[in-house]
């Protein structure tokens, strides 16, 4: 099947969907996940505290706006009632009645029953069902007893017959029986109410005076009226479905308002004046349609027990809901009222709301959204054109689709239409079929605003602010980029706002205004000093508007030059706002705000109260704080911030802890963390649109860290102390071995410095020894050069010898010549020993090592190797050694063998070496 043709059917069948759908007060469900208690709660008050106590099954539960606290009877029984007498909460179970009392943050309970005997019969229903007070006593009531309580004792009476429960009206106990009618408790006895026998048979859920008139609530047969002796049906439209719906609970609101709550079908509050009713259930708003107890609380708004969970309705609240639980509406982005009702355009069509009936017009399904109402006609901007609506039919009038602001010209008598191909121009609001495109701009157009003829501002769906100025034929003559000419790059989502006749413009954060002069943005400073870091602006009228900011809602007006903030709480919107198209109506005094699945209505002039009776709780690991309570250091504080109203009149609070700045409190409930030790100051404010009125203190201290502990402090002392004991001992023994090591230094250095001395005595010494040796050594060196002398002579004479022996043949002449000869070069043989001697003593050393090293040598091959470190040649060495020089070339030979050297290596240099 196509889509279009399937929506359409799904359309045909919407008005038997959302039978019933209709705008309510705002009703705020607790579901036993929330509370961590049981499903069913007999019954409900409110206590001078301001809290509200709940009979829940096997538990008894305390809700004062921010926490929710459960306890149960010492024997777990099922309590069935509370009932509110000064700082005493009574409560009534099965075979138990007493009171709770709050200590030291904690509900307490005394039991007034106990070691009594007062249940001695069989019967199972013996249960406390109601609770109430009369001349001053404590009444508990079950179904076949009525227990007194004068404050030190307990009286019980039987009733005549089993009854349902008692209704104290003007000072009067009437008891309403199973079968046999009303009763009077008169002192100890029961008289029959004659004149009501039709509630004979009639199990009484509710008995309540108002207008002189007493109403009587029966379980299957609806309401009645008594006056005086005679008893009437109530005759309201309400009553016959009441009769089948189950009455269980009533309550008078005011003297014109009446609340009945139903086993089948929620609640109904009747207006007693006019016969409207409105009927909450589970379809669209309660979580369970069971409704088993009623109270009021002291903003006159209701709770209810249900068999499965609390409901809190703000039926004083300026504040009404309209949503389809059904999904069929979708998201509705515009809305205006009709005669009968209201129009609405969404995700999904148009759809018309009369007579609590909820219609889709057929054929409109598709994105539609905005609606302009022009007399008693409806244009209205549709994905697939622009089409009128008249109240009774839908009709397609031209092919512009997307339009999403229709906008009337002061100025230039025609109207303008912002759409996704940009700006179509009706001179004639009677005849749409006639338009005309601003040429020029081809873009998505999301919003307009003209404050002068001739030209119009334009944002672009995701960026760029455009100026267009155009002739009186509505020809462009020029389209100005205004945010790229000056320069703003980041111009996404430009919101246009037409304040007092001058046009502002939020561009990035930033608020700026048009200088026709410069033809320059130039900044607004009242808006950006209010209204920078908002999401959304919505206007209400020239001295009125609502802004968004951090997802809240705040309605804006100016008073004395100053913007006066008034918040419309988070709770009735929360995740529900559509974003970029939030748009207001108005409804006489009223504000109709669109949401996802609805709209809200608020009369924006309901001024909240202005006194406020703070509470401040503080909570440490589950244990409230006292005088007495030692918070450690670094631990988790809860604080519990109290208002004592639960509706409308709920105060939007802002704390400050320790002069820091203003953060709000979200819920009631704070946890403050990393707190630093010392005495912390808790001050909560609330806002009264200017400025932060100081309303509550609270004070509380931290304990130090335990490094800053008294026992850790005086652990800091000792351990100070003996550091610096320690430090003086070891400065001391320091001292000390200081003074030591420099008597030992002094000690050391004498002996250095004596040690030093003996050194250079020693090397004076060595030197002066050294210089007598050299000087020994140049003797006897002297003395070997003389003998060396002697030797040459010797060889000289020889020489001599052997030339007279060559040249002379005369022999006594040769003989003569050699004698004189042999007589002058004589040497005395005690010189060469003494040469010998000096030349072995001149290389002691060497001839020990060379004797040491080569222990086979001879004297004469020691004398040979003196005469080669000396680096004689062997024609030097052979007079010395008296042999010839080939006898030296030998002993040379010989001696490198004893050395074992190769002929290749120098005897001088390996002489040298030893």
Same mark, same amino acid.
């Given at each position: 099947m196509p889509l279009r043709r399937f929506v359409f059917h799904i359309f045909l069948f919407i008005p038997f969907f959302l039978q019933g759908q209709e705008l309510l007060p705002f009703v705020e469900n607790f579901t036993k996940s929330e509370y961590f208690g049981d499903n069913q709660v007999w019954n409900v008050v409110q206590g001078t505290d301001n809290a509200m106590y709940f009979a829940n099954n096997h538990f008894f539960l305390r809700y004062n706006g921010v926490k929710w606290e459960k306890y149960s009877l010492p024997n777990k029984t099922i309590i069935? &009632?509370?009932?509110?007498?000064?700082?005493?909460?009574?409560?009534?179970?099965?075979?138990? !009645?007493?009171?709770?009392?709050?200590?030291?943050?904690?509900?307490?309970?005394?039991?007034?029953?106990?070691?009594?005997?007062?249940?001695?019969?069989?019967?199972?229903?013996?249960?406390?069902?109601?609770? !109430?007070?009369?001349?001053?006593?404590?009444?508990?009531?079950?179904?076949?007893?009525?227990?007194?309580h004068n404050?030190?004792?307990?009286?019980?009476?039987?009733?005549?017959?089993?009854?349902?429960?008692?209704? /104290?009206?003007?000072?009067?106990?009437?008891?309403? &029986?199973?079968?046999?009618?009303?009763?009077?408790?008169?002192?100890?006895? !029961?008289?029959?109410?004659?004149?009501?026998?039709?509630?004979?048979?009639?199990?009484?859920?509710?008995? %309540?005076? @108002?207008?002189?008139?007493?109403y009587i609530f029966s379980k299957?047969?609806?309401?009645?009226?008594?006056?005086?002796?005679?008893?009437?049906?109530?005759?309201?439209?309400?009553? =016959?479905?009441?009769?089948?719906?189950?009455?269980?609970?009533?309550?008078?609101? =005011? %003297?014109?308002?009446?609340? +009945?709550?139903?086993? /089948?079908?929620?609640?109904?509050?009747?207006?007693?004046?006019?016969?409207?009713y409105r009927n909450i259930n589970r379809r669209n708003a309660l979580k369970n349609n069971a409704v088993l107890s009623i109270t009021?609380?002291?903003?006159?708004?209701?709770?209810?027990?249900? =068999?499965?969970?609390?409901?809190?309705? %703000?039926? @004083?609240?300026?504040?009404? +809901?309209?949503? =389809?639980?059904?999904?069929?509406?979708?998201?509705?982005?515009?809305?205006?009222?009709?005669?009968?009702?209201?129009?609405?355009?969404?995700?999904?069509? +148009? !759809?018309?709301?009369?007579?609590? @009936?909820?219609?889709?017009?057929?054929?409109s399904q598709g994105q539609v959204w905005d609606i302009y109402k022009n007399g008693n006609e409806f244009i209205i901007g549709h994905n697939d054109g622009t089409f009128i609506y008249n109240g009774s039919a839908l009709k397609w009038v031209n092919p512009v689709n997307g339009g999403w602001k229709f906008l009337k010209s002061s100025y230039d008598n025609a109207y303008f239409q912002a759409n996704y191909s940009g700006i179509a121009v009706y001179k004639d609001i009677n005849d749409l079929a006639k338009w005309k495109v601003l040429d020029s701009i081809t873009k998505p157009i999301r919003n307009i605003a003209q404050n002068k003829p001739g030209e119009l501002w334009a944002a672009d769906n995701y960026r760029s602010l455009y100026r267009i100025t155009y002739d009186p034929s509505f020809n462009v003559k020029r389209v100005e980029n205004v945010s790229a000419k000056n320069n703003i790059n980041s111009d996404y989502g430009v919101k246009i706002f037409n304040f007092r006749n001058e046009i502002l413009f939020l561009i990035n954060n930033t608020w700026y205004a048009y200088n026709s002069i410069s033809a320059r943005l130039e900044k607004n400073i009242p808006f950006n000093d209010s209204f920078r870091n908002i999401s959304d602006i919505i206007p209400i009228d020239d001295d009125n508007f609502m802004v968004i900011?951090?997802?809240?809602?705040?309605?804006i007006s100016q008073s004395g030059g100053e913007f006066v903030w008034k918040l419309l709480p988070e709770k009735y919107y929360q995740g529900r706002l559509i974003m970029e198209n939030t748009q207001l109506s108005k409804d006489g005094n009223r504000l109709l705000l669109n949401l996802d699945d609805g709209f809200l209505a608020f009369e924006p002039? &309901?001024?909240?109260?202005?006194?406020?009776?703070?509470? +401040?709780?503080?909570?440490?690991?589950?244990?409230?704080?006292?005088?007495?309570?030692?918070?450690?250091?670094?631990?988790?504080?809860?604080?519990?911030?109290?208002?004592g109203y639960f509706g409308y009149n709920r105060p939007d609070l802002f704390y400050r802890l320790n002069e820091e700045g203003?953060?709000?409190?979200?819920?009631? &409930?704070l946890t403050l963390n990393n707190l630093t030790s010392g005495k912390q100051e808790l001050v909560v404010y609330y806002n009264d649109g200017v400025k932060y009125v100081r309303v509550a203190t609270y004070n509380f201290s931290v304990g130090r860290p335990w490094y800053f502990s008294f026992l850790m402090v005086i652990v800091y002392v000792f351990v100070i102390s003996g550091i610096f004991f320690l430090y003086y001992r070891w400065n001391k023994v320091r001292y000390n071995q200081k003074i030591r090591l420099n008597e030992e230094e002094l000690k050391h250095r004498t002996q250095i410095l004596e040690l030093e001395m003996d050194a250079e005595n020693k090397l004076r010494q060595q030197e002066y020894e050294k210089h007598m040796l050299e000087m020994e050594v140049q003797t006897k060196a002297s003395e070997v050069a003389g003998k060396s002398l002697s030797i040459a002579k010797h060889s000289e004479m020889i020489e001599s010898i052997q030339e007279v022996l060559e040249s002379e043949s005369d022999?006594?002449?040769?003989?003569?010549?050699?004698?004189?000869?042999?007589?002058?070069?004589?040497?005395?043989?005690n010189e060469w020993l003494n040469f010998e001697k000096n030349l072995i003593k001149s290389h002691e050393e060497f001839v020990e090592k060379l004797s040491k090293k080569y222990p086979t040598l001879t004297a004469k091959d020691i004398k040979l190797s003196i005469y080669l470190k000396m680096n004689l040649s062997s024609k030097e060495i052979a007079p010395l050694m008296n042999i010839s020089f080939r006898g030296v070339e030998l002993h040379r030979y010989r001696l490198r063998k004893k050395l074992d050297i190769g002929t290749e290596e120098s005897l001088y240099k390996f002489m040298i070496s030893i």
């Open positions: 069935r &009632s509370v009932f509110v007498d000064g700082d005493r909460i009574y409560c009534g179970s099965y075979k138990e !009645f007493g009171y709770w009392h709050r200590k030291r943050g904690k509900m307490e309970y005394v039991s007034l029953s106990k070691n009594k005997n007062l249940f001695l019969g069989n019967a199972d229903n013996e249960e406390i069902w109601k609770v !109430f007070k009369h001349n001053g006593n404590i009444y508990f009531q079950s179904f076949n007893e009525i227990y007194i404050g030190n004792s307990v009286e019980k009476i039987k009733f005549p017959s089993q009854i349902s429960y008692c209704y /104290l009206i003007d000072n009067t106990i009437y008891v309403a &029986s199973v079968r046999n009618g009303i009763y009077i408790l008169d002192g100890k006895t !029961f008289r029959s109410v004659k004149g009501w026998p039709e509630l004979k048979e009639n199990i009484i859920h509710g008995m %309540e005076k @108002n207008r002189g008139d007493i299957n047969n609806g309401v009645y009226i008594a006056n005086g002796n005679k008893l009437i049906p109530w005759k309201s439209a309400v009553n =016959d479905l009441l009769k089948s719906d189950v009455i269980l609970a009533a309550r008078f609101i =005011d %003297e014109n308002t009446l609340a +009945i709550g139903t086993g /089948l079908q929620g609640l109904y509050i009747i207006n007693l004046n006019t016969g409207e009021l609380d002291r903003e006159k708004d209701i709770w209810l027990g249900l =068999d499965n969970g609390i409901s809190h309705i %703000e039926v @004083n609240s300026p504040v009404s +809901i309209f949503s =389809d639980s059904s999904g069929i509406l979708g998201s509705v982005y515009s809305l205006s009222t009709t005669d009968n009702g209201y129009l609405f355009v969404t995700n999904h069509g +148009i !759809f018309t709301y009369n007579n609590k @009936n909820l219609a889709a017009i057929p054929n900011k951090d997802g809240r809602l705040y309605t002039e &309901s001024d909240k109260l202005k006194e406020h009776k703070i509470t +401040i709780e503080g909570f440490y690991q589950g244990w409230p704080i006292d005088e007495d309570t030692d918070i450690k250091y670094n631990q988790p504080v809860q604080v519990n911030i109290i208002s203003y953060v709000p409190v979200d819920n009631g &409930s022999g006594n002449h040769v003989k003569s010549r050699i004698r004189k000869i042999l007589k002058t070069n004589t040497i005395n043989k």
